[in-house]
């Protein structure tokens, strides 16, 4: 339970003096609520048993959202191509909480991203069709938003014609669009996002500690009682009344501690492989929504970044570390080239990101027609598996798993995330329209501050506070001009980054912005988390050594013909092979 006599920030910080006394608790405490997994539904499912007043622990094997929740595409949606699939309450729901995320919940975190549907050039009848198609469309989602009211929290459509969707995204090919609509959507730093949720949860006293797998179930009689853990040398029992398994794709291992795999969670990974390329490479000021044969590509702004993805493909390979191959690549380019004036080609490229879509095992063979609602299972007594749905609806997902628990839980209050804004929601919008005033007052530039501001919302403070007891800090990171050598001081004492890789792949995304992927931001951001963290000179070599390294495998990967080779390269292995299915690996993330 949270300590009343200190703030909700302080509460909330993720430090490496809160880690320690976290593990004290994971050793002590029974616990009413432990959730295994640290991804989005994980951090929700904490946070949501949090709400309720509940003592809850999580633990993560590597680090907060290293699994899929970092790897997404980004957006909080309701899945427009959904609509055509006909999952009209899929996207009810979704549009539902995206307001609620980018209204109240998280302001600071989900913001508006305006998309173009551009409307193919086939003979007049085909381009009425089209405009007539994708505008019920498109006027459907918009319904489902709600038309007007405050909880929207996005503009509604509007048409274009070819000049006037040419004049949004001049790169567009003049042969390839008849005219568009425009759309808006939800934009989120996922990684940052989960980070968010996971310390607003230990504001509320969860006890969040990363750096631990599950590896068992500890029963008695057909009641959970706990789980078997480890962290690299120790093991132990922690003991809880519920067990909530939140581990997306490694769901089937957890079914597979069960005395039956069969009434556990079926779930099949595809892989979804996204390219980074530089602002530069292509005008626009909008996003784009092309449809691909099997599903849709998004072209989407990212700061001074395009992030265009994604793919769709089945994967059995290692699933700590989904590699993308060149093929994937080629696919990639060969669709957004398609629509774009000057073809891009992988010169252009900075980063690239593969992640794996946790879907529920159904009849179907195809991955793209799997689906992407989720599901809740008690197959023994204590313990409940989650895992499918989207990170949208991350909350939705959270607050079932948690109702369930908490019919073992007598007493328990009603969920209270749909009212609780995360942590540096509070305050944001007054700190955004004096960013100016903000950014004078700390001899900053307006663009490092609404850099801060949109990262951090009003915990910006915390970030100004430690630049003004140590200017440097202030700085910019070597090979990263965008990110200031602050944000990796927070990260290491506030938001429970205990790696270099930790820093460069997920609280900052350094790692998929720049071309160097991160190599020459590493030794800066070592010797800071040193300092944070007392590594020893060997250690600080070792952290640098290891990013190198995990560089260096995946731009290999990526130069390989297939997943095969592609998964050979990336997990430093001599031979492909289907063998290995790759648990969190809390060394390699
Ligand atoms: C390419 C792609 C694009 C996507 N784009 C979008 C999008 O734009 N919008 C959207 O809403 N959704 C999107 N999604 C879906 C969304 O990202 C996922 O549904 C969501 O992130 C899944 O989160 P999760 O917490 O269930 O799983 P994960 O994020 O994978 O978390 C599971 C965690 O469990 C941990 N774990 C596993 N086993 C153990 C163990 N034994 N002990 C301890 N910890 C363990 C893992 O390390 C991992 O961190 C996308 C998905 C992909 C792949």
């Given at each position: 339970m949270r300590d009343r006599s200190e703030s909700r920030y302080a509460a909330g910080a993720l430090s490496p003096q809160r880690r320690a006394a976290d593990l004290r608790r994971l050793r002590e405490e029974r616990f009413d609520v432990l959730v295994v997994g640290g991804g989005v539904t994980g951090a929700g499912a904490a946070l949501d048993a949090a709400s309720r007043g509940l003592n809850v622990a999580l633990i993560e094997a590597t680090d907060l959202a290293s699994g899929t929740s970092s790897r997404s595409s980004k957006l909080i949606h309701g899945g427009l191509r959904y609509l055509e699939q006909l999952e009209f309450p899929l996207v009810h729901e979704a549009l539902r909480e995206r307001g609620l995320l980018a209204t109240l919940l998280a302001p600071h975190l989900v913001r508006p991203l305006p998309f173009l549907v551009p409307l193919p050039r086939e003979g007049v009848f085909g381009k009425a069709w089209h405009r007539f198609y994708y505008g019920a469309g498109v006027a459907l989602y918009d319904a489902f938003a709600g038309i007007v009211g405050h909880g929207r929290g996005m503009p509604l459509h509007r048409h274009f014609t070819a000049h006037g969707a040419r004049r949004l995204f001049p790169s567009l090919k003049e042969s390839a669009v008849a005219g568009a609509i425009r759309y808006y959507d939800g934009q989120v730093d996922d990684a940052r996002f989960v980070v968010t949720l996971a310390r607003t949860a230990a504001s509320l006293g969860a006890a969040i500690v990363t750096g631990i797998t599950a590896t068992g179930l500890v029963r008695d009689a057909r009641e959970v009682i706990g789980v078997e853990v480890s962290d690299g040398t120790d093991e132990w029992t922690i003991h809880a009344r519920t067990v909530i398994a939140?581990?997306?794709?490694?769901?089937s291992d957890v079914s597979s501690w069960l005395p039956d795999a069969r009434i556990g969670l079926r779930v099949r990974a595809s892989k979804g492989v996204h390219l980074v390329v530089p602002r530069s490479a292509i005008t626009g000021e909008v996003g784009l929504i092309l449809r691909t044969q099997k599903s849709v590509l998004f072209v989407i702004p990212w700061g001074g970044h395009w992030i265009i993805g994604t793919t769709d493909t089945e994967w059995e390979l290692d699933r700590a570390h989904p590699a993308a191959s060149a093929q994937d690549i080629q696919y990639l380019l060969a669709q957004v080239n398609a629509v774009l004036e000057r073809p891009l080609t992988t010169e252009d490229i900075e980063g690239v990101y593969a992640g794996l879509r946790p879907l529920l095992s159904g009849e179907s063979d195809s991955t793209s027609a799997l689906s992407r609602e989720h599901a809740v299972v008690e197959p023994l007594l204590g313990l409940l598996l989650v895992a499918g749905g989207k990170f949208t609806t991350y909350r939705v997902m959270a607050e079932d798993v948690v109702d369930r628990a908490a019919r073992r839980l007598p007493g328990t209050r009603r969920s209270g995330t749909a009212g609780l804004p995360l942590l540096g929601a509070d305050g944001w919008h007054s700190l955004w329209r004096d960013r100016a005033d903000l950014a004078r007052r700390h001899g900053l530039s307006t663009g490092v501050v609404e850099h801060l501001l949109e990262r951090y919302g009003s915990l910006i403070v915390e970030l100004l506070a430690m630049i003004d007891a140590r200017p440097d800090l202030g700085e910019a990171l070597p090979g990263a001009p965008e990110y200031v050598a602050a944000e990796v001081v927070y990260a290491t004492r506030n938001e429970g980054a205990r790696h270099v890789v930790d820093v460069l792949t997920r609280r900052t995304r350094i790692s998929v912005e720049t071309a160097h992927r991160g190599v020459e931001t590493a030794q800066r951001a070592a010797e800071l988390m040193a300092t944070e963290l007392g590594w020893s000179p060997a250690m600080m070599k070792e952290e640098v050594r290891a990013y190198r390294a995990r560089v260096k495998a995946e731009r290999e990967s990526q130069r390989m013909p297939d997943d095969l080779t592609a998964d050979a390269a990336r997990t430093m292995r001599a031979t492909p092979s289907r063998g290995s299915t790759g648990s969190p690996d809390p060394a390699r993330a």
């Open positions: 939140a581990t997306g794709v490694w769901s």
